[in-house]
């Protein structure tokens, strides 16, 4: 009696893929072809993933989730004799999988065909984190607290969620594979602070901790680096690519604590023209002159550290936000001064608000002495607004169209494509669509620089009027950017429709 016979392969058409990360979901094309007799009743095959072989029951067999057959030729499932079908695979592979597997076809024990190697990768957040270096001092003293901003990026392939330990250290070294935790020579803890984590693969987020530094009792002066260490004895984060990564700053002269000893160093701003407002989160291009007077009665000789501030207040306490500092060794005879100039670079991400500028001075005993700006800049986060309005309709406009304004009033310049919709509207606010709905519309890129307008001449109204009840009505249109900022415009009088 004649019967069936099954023989199945993979397509390169697509053929499955030869990587993959784990989780992942791919579509795969495959033949089956009756050669029996007979037709075949049910010609799909049963799939299956196998470890390190493409034989059936002999690795570690596991059961593919979410295994649908898609674009089946023959809904009945029967093949006749001599007959071919080629049908689609889509699948998803398990979670923590990795290694090498193979995607197994099978129709009875004897009877399977397998695909080529697939090398699973398996989908695992990295963790990396970086000082932003304005935030760090080029020179403190024992006993003073510092607040640097460390940038926690996730540069793996899944999202890192959880609580996240990070560890600060000053050592003497600026050897990130140095071992930390530990009471090593040179080494020393100066504080820990927890992040509630939610980064997807290339996001970050900074973190800001208060770190208080040890007193002179603990530490001689000298040059030390700021170490952070992140994930350290924290198991809530899968991070098995690069686990507890490491951030090193720049050289910190840390000096002795002046113990309220003024120094005779006068710094003074008096020459620094700040600009009205800066951008938190940005780089500038100010750079501030600071003039230091030496009203003592010797020459001052010897490293001087200058260090740059930004302050709700006047007064130079832990709130103070460091933003740029430099070191030099000067020599200053009495009552004669020097100037330097400190570039401010990158801006801290900041709360809004109008913040003081302050210079502080260490001169080479340790001693301290600060001023503050006599006025204040304001540091603003940076945004696109938008606002968009339309002119006054002429009484043919459904023909001829009319002019859109858009200004931003933001205050970073917005390069982007920008989109339109079209509408009707039965109140001035534009808030009640009527008629047919309209499709965005693309205006093309524009520049539109903060404080500036573009104007653009928009036509189509006409295109909506099917449907519409004739009567008096606003016309509409929103526009809408690529960053998803937008504005409504309706025009201020109404226009006759029928």
Not at 89 to 114: D, H, K, R
Not at 294 to 308: E, F, K, W
Not at 330 to 352: D, E, F, Q, T
Not at 459 to 476: A, D, E, F, K
């Amino acid at each position: 009696m004649a019967a069936a016979s099954l023989v199945g392969s993979f397509t390169n058409q697509p053929a499955p893929p030869s990587s993959m990360a784990d989780g992942e979901m791919a579509t795969a094309s495959y033949t089956v072809k009756n050669v029996g007799g007979a037709s075949s009743s049910d010609f799909l095959p049963i799939f299956e993933l196998e470890e390190n072989t493409p034989v059936p029951g002999v690795g570690g067999d596991i059961s593919l989730a979410a295994v649908n057959n898609i674009g089946t030729s023959d809904t009945s499932n029967v093949l006749a004799r001599r007959k071919t079908a080629t049908e689609t695979l889509e699948f998803v592979l398990p979670q923590n999988l990795s290694g090498t597997c193979y995607i197994i076809g099978q129709f009875s024990v004897s009877n399977y065909f397998a695909s080529a190697p697939i090398n699973v990768n398996g989908l695992t957040p990295n963790l990396a984190v970086n000082f932003i270096q304005a935030s760090v001092p080029a020179a403190t003293t024992f006993g003073s607290t510092l607040m640097p901003q460390l940038q926690i990026a996730d540069s793996g392939s899944a999202d890192a969620s959880g609580q996240e330990l990070t560890d600060y250290y000053l050592s003497t070294s600026n050897d990130p594979n140095q071992q930390l935790g530990n009471d090593l020579s040179g080494v020393y803890f100066v504080g820990s602070s927890t992040e509630s984590l939610d980064l997807a693969p290339d996001q970050n987020t900074v973190e800001t901790p208060t770190l208080t530094l040890p007193n002179t009792a603990t530490l001689p002066p000298g040059t030390y680096y700021l170490v952070a260490q992140a994930n350290e004895g924290s198991p809530s984060i899968a991070d098995p690519i690069a686990n507890n990564p490491v951030a090193v700053s720049e050289a910190i002269a840390v000096t002795a604590s002046s113990s309220g000893v003024t120094s005779p160093l006068v710094p003074s701003l008096s020459r620094t023209k700040l600009p009205s407002t800066v951008l938190s989160g940005t780089a500038t291009a100010t750079t501030a002159t600071i003039e230091i007077q030496n009203d003592g009665s010797s020459v001052s000789r010897g490293s001087t550290h200058v260090n740059l501030y930004l302050s709700l207040s006047s007064t130079l306490d832990s709130s103070a936000i460091p933003v740029s500092g430099l070191t030099r060794v000067l020599r200053i005879p009495a009552h004669r001064s020097v100037s330097l100039s400190v570039r401010l670079g990158a801006i801290p991400a900041v709360a809004n608000g109008d913040y003081n500028l302050l210079a502080q001075v260490i001169d080479p005993s340790g001693a301290t002495n600060f001023v503050a700006s006599a006025t204040t800049v304001q540091v603003a986060a940076p945004f696109v607004a938008l606002a968009a309005s339309l002119e006054t309709p002429a009484a043919n406009v459904l023909k001829t169209g009319m002019t859109l304004t858009v200004e931003n009033s933001g205050n970073i310049t917005d390069s982007t494509i920008l989109d339109y919709t079209l509408g009707f509207s039965s109140d001035p606010d534009g808030n009640v669509a009527v008629g047919k709905s309209d499709q965005a519309r693309t205006a093309g890129r524009l520049l539109i620089r903060p404080g500036k307008t573009v104007k653009l001449h928009l036509s189509g109204w006409s295109t909506l009027l099917s449907g519409l009840t004739p009567g008096q009505y606003y016309l509409t249109a929103f526009v809408e950017d690529a960053g998803g900022n937008n504005s409504l415009a309706v025009t201020p009088t109404t226009v006759t429709v029928g």
